[in-house]
Every structure is written in C-alpha cells, then in structure tokens.
C-alpha cells in the first residue's frame, strides 16, 4: 500500500537532548513537508523540500533541521534549542506537478518531560 | 490579522442538518484552497479541493469559493455524527499545478453533529 508513515507515534524527550522524527513516503512524491500543532491550533510549517539535497526554511523553523538525502525520507531534527517542542508533528508530501494537493502521515506526538 | 480565518467553533447541528463553515484569507494572491477534515487525535484528512471561484460538489461535500470577497466556505450536507470533527481550511498562493508551495492554515472549526 502507497502512504505516508511516521515514527515513533508517541515520544519523549528531556529537556536539553535532540531527538529525530523519521517520515518516509513511497507514493514517489517530490516534495515533502513538516508541520507543528499545538493544540486547538491549525498547522504551522517548518521546513519543507521539493526535490532530493534542498530544503527551505517554513515559518518556524528555529530550533530545527532537516536532510532530504533520499526521496523517499525526510527526517526531522528537534534540536534543544527548540524553546517549546512539545507538539503534534505532522508530515506530508504532495507531487511535482500536475497537483499541490498535500497528504499527511499519521503524526508523531512529542512530549517534553 | 491572520492570515487565514475560520471560527473555532464548536458548530452544533443536529443530524440530518446542512454545516456551514467559513474561512476567510488576506493574501489576495491566494489560488488553491484546500479544506481537511481531522478527527481527534489523528492527522488531517483532505476532503475537498477548490481553484476556481463557484462550487465544487463531492458526495455530501460542497466547496465554495468567492476570490473577491476572498472566502471560502464548506458545506456538509445531511451531516452525520461521524462528520464530527475539527475543519481545517488551508490556502495555498501556487496554483493547481505548482507543487511544492507552502500552505497556510486556519485554527480550525470543531463540529459537533447530534443524533
């Protein structure tokens, strides 16, 4: 089955440690993206790519990284300089063209303890 | 102001009911216009598209979109309780066939449909 996978679904972290979110696609999509959301908030960019070694900076991209070096992946990097990580992190990819129709995995939860 | 608007709710509507929900954006440049349907806990699911200004209809859904005005609405038409859940308009300033641009999203509106 073609989708969107994301892991962990749950994940802690101490306060100071950088912890990385994995997301990879087989539906051969070229662009791939990250979100934020805080609760009964909408979705909020981080990074985003659009083909293999390049990526740019979203909205609110402090305190992050990110590296495309495979079409398939594109993990995140939540760096202790990330003031408030936690969050519901949404990944997503969409085609080159033809659509800019974007589809999601199922997420990855990240508590700060 | 937000880039993108939308009442958070919560719209209670009884079963059988027609939801109306809208959005409202201040990029004049906007040109793809997106609604995504998430249910608690889980990630967004898209439900409906729209690039042009008029009504887009799919199954119980039906997008509307005025560029003037620069809103967007969503129609569920004999809403279900398993329509309850929060609706998340997202704008995009590409078009249809330009990949790869940013979306931007509203805070969501929760609906509720009561049996």
């Known amino acids: 089955d073609g989708g969107i996978t994301q892991s962990p679904k749950y994940l802690f972290r101490k306060e100071g440690q950088n912890v990385t979110l994995s997301c990879e696609q087989n539906l051969n999509h070229d662009a791939m993206y990250w979100y934020r959301q805080d609760p009964g908030q909408g979705l909020r960019l981080i990074y985003y790519?659009?083909?293999?070694?390049?990526?740019q900076k979203g909205d609110i991209a402090e305190g992050y990284s990110v590296s495309r070096e495979k079409k398939e992946s594109f993990p995140l990097t939540v760096t202790s300089a990330q003031k408030n990580p936690t969050a519901f992190y949404l990944c997503?990819?969409?085609?080159?063209?033809?659509?800019?129709?974007?589809?999601f995995g199922p997420g990855t939860r990240l508590t700060v303890l | 102001q937000k880039e993108v608007e939308q009442n958070s709710g919560p719209l209670s509507v009884p079963e059988g009911a027609i939801a109306s929900l809208n959005c409202t954006y201040s990029d004049r440049g906007s040109q793809s216009f997106f609604w995504y349907r998430q249910y608690s806990g889980k990630s967004p699911e898209l439900i409906m598209s729209?690039?042009?200004?008029g009504d887009k209809e799919d199954g119980r859904f039906t997008a509307q979109l005025n560029k003037a005005s620069q809103y967007v609405s969503l129609l569920i038409r004999d809403s279900q309780p398993s329509d309850s859940a929060t609706y998340l308009c997202?704008?995009?300033?590409?078009?249809?066939?330009?990949?790869?641009?940013?979306?931007?999203f509203g805070g969501g509106t929760r609906v509720l449909v009561k049996p």
């Open positions: 729209i690039y042009s200004n």
């Open positions: 790519s659009q083909i293999v070694n390049d990526f």
């Open positions: 997503a990819s969409s085609v080159s063209s033809g659509s800019n129709e974007q589809f």
């Open positions: 997202a704008v995009n300033r590409g078009g249809p066939q330009a990949a790869g641009n940013k979306l931007t």
